[in-house]
């Protein structure tokens, strides 16, 4: 928010009593909020905008905008910021100089894993970043309660107090499940949304006629799980906005824009997103600045696909006095491009202050600091030994359910096969590719571990594991033998994950 | 807001678990979320939508659309409730008919009336309408201090409560000079405002330039007041919506849409508004039906003129979620319509129920209940003898200001002339039109009588007097002598108003 001696700076500067902070003289603004495209110079105090009109009013700093056009910088409007593997600090010198000044995020991974404190520990620091973050307040966590254990919980007390933050913008996708079997905590969350002026993200993967409309009735204002055209218009006449997604993995935004060009769907409604998309496609690729690049290729004007990047965005997260234009009192976000059929910011202003120049991030990437607790999150009470993943049996052989993977596939089905049983305990079968796969808890809650077998994961010796294992990041490993699972679990312990 | 028990009745609906109440059916949906105009089933349980495509589900009662246009409900984006002269609970056979079903008022003359407790009274009053209201709180009651003493004041506490109120979308219309003097109470109301998530109305009468720029810093979100569609776009650019204005006096429609017409000029920052219009021109002219037919005519589409008067409003009051549009979750209100030309609504829904039928009001109007004391509010400590109008003097003749009235105009000026002083009183010359005007304080705060001379009255002989005198409602009264001018004030406190 403004505190109200920003506000009477602004409003002084405005009235011409006091000199700008800076002018970019020279841009043709593209003004998203009126729908046109005119000459203009903007001015800028305490890091907001006065007007794009400025021509008239003096300024400290004066820079050449070499009749570029100045663009609000674009919103990722649906991402979970830990999955970009990267700590928050360090996404500047890859969102900035694609354009991306403001990151949506669901930080559901670090409340999964260390609660309310771990919510607070990450929104503190980025209040010192060069790109805003607003936070969409995850509504599942635990995702799936009962079935794995958690290091936190985001109950509806907590949900209800993080949602009272100025940044909080909305429930983060609840799923619906939760929806359809009317759970209390969950509708609850819904209203507590609602009732401080906020929205509610979908998440209706694959929900058609009445599971829809269910899902709509339950307050969700939107979704980011459509995959084509078809899924996309059934979600707008049933009045939720498609966050149009192109992730690492997730890529809707052709099926979907080029049904959007063909019908001359009205684009108001439409916005993008990336959920998870990884470090080094960032770079190479780019970020929301490639799904408006591949929007205007695909036939939708320039000025739709900003708008799309920008003001719908804003809109719909109801923040547009604060971004998504560059309108007096907005922050002064602003990209400075050649080419509007070709997006590339050449120059990228955040409030007020240039961070990229030439296409490069020149601003100084500021020093993670975080809670020495938050590196200390692996706690194993049981998983150190190759006993703990012995699974009983008796006779020779055993009926088991087996995990198929498929590759490059999130999905995955389940098939019964027949593993030896030797010593009394069933043994994985690596001949036939069949593992041992388990999930130990790692947040030193119970010491659960979870023993199932997986097929197709191609490891022939030893074993292998993470602690990156969606949503609850417990330790899941999947081994040739119970000794080199428990050496897997006992480094990542010793790591820290 | 929507209790647990609505939202599971209205899941559970959706899932087709339980019937629909109503279905109407053979409808063209005007789907203003989604921008296309298709045919539909409009499915309602407990007064809310559950889908406009609801075909494939039960219902214990299915009316026939006939094949006519379906569309959401009308809203007036700016109107005082009060300057209709007609209490809430009879203005609802005047605005159904025509369609609208949503005023987002500023009932800025009962709280200089009667204060947070009138503001409170009225309040209770309106759940029982017919229709939705929605408070624009507002931000300037007193709206002189100093000049006038007024019944009530909302200072910042008081606005700060009511915006927490689920039925307040904004802080009601702060006008520019509150603003370029950066005075703190009026700044600090705006925070409160956005503090909470909602949004603060302006009123930015014929500024322009760098007023116009510090206004728009100030945080204010839209303007009603454009005359033309110059002025129009001078606020469209610098992100403030333009709620374009029909009143009995103010006439802005024309001027503005010819413009928006001509220029292809984005509608989405476009919506409808009356200010003040009276319950006869409402009956014979017409309401925001009035404005779409004609914007229609001026040249824009059903479909943008219908979204001006629904879904932006909606949507530039952050309630998209209760209104505004026919999807799933929102209030049922519903107009069918034959022509989407010249809309005329045959029928009309509110949360559900049929309230027009034939283009007839069939509702029932509910009786307005208020408390004894709000029937009770002038009480006068002088003004009741012809003696405390007398103006005292010295000499012959005095040199007095008289304010010049112009037929027809809110405006005036003021001149210098020279009246008689009779026994060490001026008094007033008939004969010449120039009459006595005082203002007799009526809320029994400390008896203040302000006495001037106004010419071009046309009154003869005996007085004239109201205690409608915008904004603060004193007593104002004009008179050839003081006898009469106090017979007034004295009947009107008999009266009590």
Redesign the interface.
Known sequence: ??S?SE??D???????QVPLDLRIDRVQVV?V????I?PGSIGIKGG?I????AAD?DANVVVDGQGRFALPGFIDTHVHLDSTLVVPEFLSQLLLPRGTTVMLSDPMEIANVAGLPGFKALFHSIEKLDYHIFLEVSSRVPTAPGLETTGGELDLADVSEILTW?QAVSLGELDPSK??E?R?EY??K??AA??????CNGHAVGRVG??L??Y????L?DDHECVDYEEA?SR?????AVLVREGSTERNLDPILKGVVENG??S??LMFCTDDKHPDEILEEGHIDFMVNRAIELGLTPMQAIQMATINAA?HF?I??LIG?L????WADILLVDDLQHISPNQVFFKGKIVVEDGKYIGTLPKPEYPDWLYKTVTLKSGNSGSDFRLEAAGDQAEVWVIDLFPDQIINTRTQDKLRVIDGAVAPDPERDILKLAVVERHGKNGNIGVSFVKGFGLKNGALASSIAHDHHNIIVAGTNDDDMALCAKTIEEMQG
């Open positions: 928010m403004i109200l506000r009477k602004l409003i002084r500067a405005a009235l011409g003004n909020f009126s729908g046109t005119e907001r006065v007007t794009p009109y009013y100025p929806v359809l009317m209390d509708l609850l819904v209203e609602l009732r401080l002026g906020k929205i009445k599971e409309v269910a709509a009735c339950g307050g204002a218009v707008l006449q049933l009045g939720m769907t009205y108001h409604h809109k109801r547009e006095h234009s309108s007096p009192g907005r």
